[in-house]
């Protein structure tokens, strides 16, 4: 299975009408693993996943976002954000 991103709305819920991911599923491509590093492989570009938060007016959510795969582990009480990232979005005019 391949590794994807997925995004969880931990406040504001009612702040955030949608979340999109490009790709559709928010799966990175197999191409790029295994990664052996920059001597073997020096035109290696890292993959990437784009999310698109669509806001409800002047508001904001906090959120996480984790790579989801069976060899990252992201409940890992020694490293609370290994696998994942935690941030406050917030829409201004």
Known sequence: MAPHLNCTILSGHENIDMIEYFPTNGTFDLSYFP?????????YVNPLVAVKFHLVKEREAKIQCRVVAHNIAYQDSYEPYQGK?????KALK
């Open 35 to 43: 990664y052996y590093g920059k001597l073997a492989q020096p035109t």
């Open 85 to 89: 990232v935690v941030f406050l979005l």
